[in-house]
């Protein structure tokens, strides 16, 4: 393992670590914006990724970790916790999350900008799809079993028009507007169909596949 490995290893436990104490200390309070406001800071790693010098220690000791870490959090662990952060919501959003980062991370370590791609839909955009929603959503729509307002799906994928432009350009890619309208609508339109927390895989790698297709256009 590289120095910078570590380094990167270290910044990101570090920085989930400060998450939970906030989450969970300073926002119990309030449990379902505790699980948001970590639900979508966590998409921050998306910074972090070129820290990293190896495939392994990305995707093993970084991201695969937190599948098990978040499965124990839940309300499905064997675990007998008083504290559980997947609790308020659905009980294993932030493990499909996990997964979601594991495997952009085996497979596009090469390109961080895609993996990135992908954290965004799940973090930024489905976490403030949900906050927005809940807050000022009154055109309801239920699909496929969860209730989605036009509301949220709107804010979504504003913000991913955003926070896709600010990534690009943090990676130093080329700034598409038609690619970035894209990305940002197919995110937001699985968003909304897809239910029970699962939209931390559909959003995720919907959003990473319209990305490429783009790029092939």
């Known amino acids: 393992m590289e120095s910078s490995d570590l380094l990167g290893l270290l910044f990101v436990y570090g920085y989930v670590a400060l998450l939970l104490i906030i989450s969970e200390k300073i926002l ?20 972090i990724l070129p820290v ?3 495939r392994e220690a990305m995707t ?3 991201a695969a970790p937190f599948i098990f870490l978040t499965f124990l959090m839940s309300p499905y662990s064997p675990l007998k916790l008083k504290t559980r952060v997947s609790t308020s919501g659905h ?3 932030l493990v499909y999350y996990a997964i979601s980062w594991t495997v952009l991370a085996f497979f596009f370590f090469q390109e961080p900008w895609i993996i990135a791609v992908g954290i965004a839909a799940m973090s930024y955009g489905d976490g403030v799809a949900s906050i927005m929603g809940e807050r000022y959503g009154k055109t309801k729509y239920n699909i496929f079993g969860d209730n989605k307002s036009l509301e949220g799906s709107l804010s979504m994928f504003l913000v991913l028009i955003l926070t896709l432009s600010v990534i690009l ?10 690619t970035i309208i894209t990305v940002s609508l197919v995110a937001t339109l ?8 699962l939209d931390n895989l ?11 297709l783009n790029g092939f256009i």
């Open 28 to 47: 119990k309070k309030y449990p379902k914006f505790s699980r948001k406001f970590l639900h979508i800071m966590v998409g921050n790693v998306l910074f």
């Open 52 to 54: 990293f010098a190896t």
């Open 60 to 62: 093993f000791l970084a």
């Open 91 to 93: 009980g294993l959003g």
């Open 169 to 178: 350009y943090y990676y130093g890619q080329v700034i598409n507007p038609l």
């Open 190 to 197: 699985l968003e909304g169909i897809t239910p029970k927390g």
């Open 202 to 212: 559909t959003a995720c790698f919907g959003a990473v596949g319209a990305y490429l």
